[in-house]
């Protein structure tokens, strides 16, 4: 049957449901796994510093092999690999195995998850364009949040209570079955679409191609590279959502108390989703799409200075809400703004070297706030994270004064 539109996002919401599903199962419960299999929170965050590493070393050679092989094997691969990963994983938790063996498999997960970054929303953009979808890609970008929000939602919640009934170890065998499902429907479903790499030229040839290319279409626009240097201080992003877990629970006053902690994820995960299906909504209180960017930033910024200067279990769960609803809603129309600049050919690598940057951040700032969360407090290192991502904010300025094609908000009715 010819593809269409709607059987476009079907396969791109299935693998967002599924791939979400699996991978939160365990997001509510990491870090406590992770003092539970004996390492302290310096060393806890060392290691989520080795996954986000490991997705700054492979980032730009994945984001190639998306390019030139297809987007649907690098997603194919990036499936099997987090599965055999998250195995490796769940042993290290059973024998209490030392931090340079966790170090390792954090890597391996790195690489399974940048072989599905950059390779799903390339698919996806030029698979839209290949069926002639006249939608406005925001729409689709974000109804796709809302999904993977309802998929965080239902998965945190169950890998907490799962956790409590049973112990921290099961929430990681759950994951591996829906990986599991995540690999049957990329290899069945996910076929490239307005897409076909490159003949004629050998593997280095070709990765020689993509990237000058793709330096030429990325790192030379002003205005993508500008978005680009604002990623890296986004990166204290995954050290504020795993540091939340234990330090709900410390407020909460029951260290044990696991469903709270996936209850955490889970409050993210509904925010995703009622700021998923409000991004046309507040696209239309602003003229761009960096005026958006920036008004969330500060909004961002205020919401994780203010989680570590009032420790209240009640007003931290509101905290933690809106920090979720900022992140929604700006995280499409970032894409979107980004899309709109990159070629075909060329955008799993420069996607993937945005990634390379955000990831950069975090591997850079997770050691270091965990160890000011063991020095001082976890509201301590929420204010030092908070100062860090302000620095993203002349980035986003510069952006926003290239006067990008992509940056006006075009008023266009989306297709369902």
Do not use: C
């Not at 997001?27 to 490991?54: E, K, M, P, V």
């Not at 234990?246 to 006053?253: A, I, M, N, Q, S």
């Amino acid at each position: 049957m010819a593809p269409t539109p709607t059987k476009v996002k079907l396969t791109y919401y299935l693998l967002t449901l599924f791939s979400t599903l699996s991978a939160s199962f365990i997001w509510g419960i990491n870090t406590l796994f992770l003092l539970d299999a004996g390492l302290s929170n310096t060393a806890a965050f060392t290691a989520n510093a080795f996954f986000t590493g490991g997705m700054v070393l492979f980032e730009i050679p994945t984001g190639v092999v998306a390019d030139t092989k297809g987007r649907s094997v690098s997603y194919a691969l990036g499936s099997a690999t987090l599965l055999v990963g998250t195995l490796a994983y769940w042993w290290l938790w059973q024998i209490h195995g030392p931090l340079w063996s966790w170090a390792v498999v954090s890597i391996i997960l790195g690489l399974g998850f940048t072989l599905l970054s950059g390779a799903m929303e390339a698919w996806l953009v030029d698979a839209l364009n290949a069926v002639h979808y006249d939608g406005a890609l925001e729409s689709v970008l974000a109804r796709g949040e809302a999904l993977g929000g309802a998929a965080m939602l239902a998965g945190s919640v169950a890998g907490g209570y799962i956790a409590q009934l049973t112990n921290l170890g099961v929430p990681y065998l759950f994951r591996v079955g829906f990986l599991g499902a995540t690999l049957f429907i990329s290899i069945f479903m996910m076929h490239d679409l307005g897409f076909a790499p490159q003949k004629g030229l050998s593997f280095k040839n070709q990765i020689k191609s993509v990237l000058t290319a793709a330096v030429k279409g990325g790192w030379q626009n002003r205005s993508v590279k500008f978005m680009m240097l604002s990623a890296p201080f986004a990166g204290i992003g995954i050290y504020v959502f795993y540091a939340m877990q234990p330090y709900l629970l410390e407020l909460y006053g029951n260290p044990e108390a696991y469903g709270i902690a996936g209850l955490a994820a889970a409050i993210v995960a509904g925010a995703q989703i009622v700021g998923g299906l409000s991004v046309d909504y507040a696209r239309s209180f602003f003229r761009t799409r960096t005026d958006l960017l920036i008004m969330g930033e500060v909004a961002g910024v205020a919401v994780i200075a203010l989680l570590g200067l009032i420790a209240n279990f009640w007003v931290a769960i509101a905290l933690l809400t809106l920090w979720g609803l900022i992140f929604a809603i700006t995280g499409p129309v970032r894409e979107a703004y980004l899309n709109g600049l990159i070629d075909s050919h060329h955008r799993a690598t420069v996607l993937s070297f945005d990634a390379l940057l955000d990831s950069a951040g975090g591997a850079v700032t997770q050691p270091v706030l965990g160890r000011s969360a063991d020095v001082f407090s976890y509201p301590i290192s929420f204010v030092i994270s908070a100062g860090i991502q302000l620095g993203a904010l002349p980035f986003l300025i510069a952006a926003k004064r290239t006067r990008a094609l992509s940056d006006p908000i075009k008023r266009v009715a989306s297709k369902h």
